[in-house]
Structures are given as C-alpha cells and as structure tokens.
C-alpha cells in the first residue's frame, strides 16, 4: 500500500530554518505529481507547495502559495522516492503540521511532522 512517511520538523527560531523530507513506497513515485501541505488546528488544510512530475514537456513544474514564495523551495529526487521542502527565513506564521501528500487524492498522506517557530 502507499506510504508516505514525512521527517525534519521540529522548533526553530523566527529567520531559522528547516528542511523536510518524505519517503514515499508502495507507488511509482516518479509519475505522481507530490505536494506539501500544513494544518494549524482549528483552520483548514492547506497547499504549502506542488511539483509535477519529470514526465513531458511540463517537468517538475512547482507552484507555491502565496505566503511562502522565495521562502520555501519544493523539490523531489526519484531515484530516492523521496519530496524536500526546504524552509528559509521561517516565521511564526509558518507553525503548523506539515503533511505530504497526492494532490487531488490526499487519502494518500503521511501522518505528518510538526514545525513550530517561535522565540
């Protein structure tokens, strides 16, 4: 079955930062298009970053929400099954739970990793 397993939260300072990673088994990783997303309780989900995949003229095309552009850098390595974000000058803002996941079939989830900025 699919598994997605998310690491490298934890507690950095504001202006800090933290790199993530997920494992990806149990699926052809190269042909999924993979993003991240993050959840503070009580608010909704939501899209972090997205990258396509290598396949055609589209390649690993990234898409960013708008409170993380030239901040966060989303990218993926096939040959290890394996989705980055890469988190620079982190603010407060950024504390959530993030989550890698399939765009349009977030059934397929990891069970998360907790980043919390603060002083």
């Known amino acids: 079955q699919v598994q997605l397993v998310e690491s490298g939260g934890g507690l950095v300072q504001p202006g800090g930062s933290l790199r993530l990673s997920c494992v990806a088994s149990?699926?052809?990783?190269?042909?999924?298009?993979m993003g991240w997303y993050r959840q503070v309780p009580g608010k909704e989900f939501e899209l972090v970053a997205d990258?396509?995949?290598?396949?055609?003229?589209?390649?690993?095309?990234?898409n960013y929400a708008e409170s993380v552009k030239d901040r966060f850098t989303i990218s993926r390595d096939n040959s290890k099954n394996t989705l980055y974000l890469q988190m620079d000058r982190l603010k407060s803002e950024d504390t959530a739970t993030y989550y890698c996941?399939?765009?349009?079939?977030?059934?397929?989830r990891g069970q998360g990793t907790q980043v919390t900025v603060s002083s």
């Open positions: 996941g399939i765009p349009g079939a977030l059934q397929y």
């Open positions: 149990g699926l052809v990783f190269r042909i999924f298009p």
């Open positions: 990258i396509g995949t290598d396949i055609g003229a589209v390649g690993g095309k990234t």
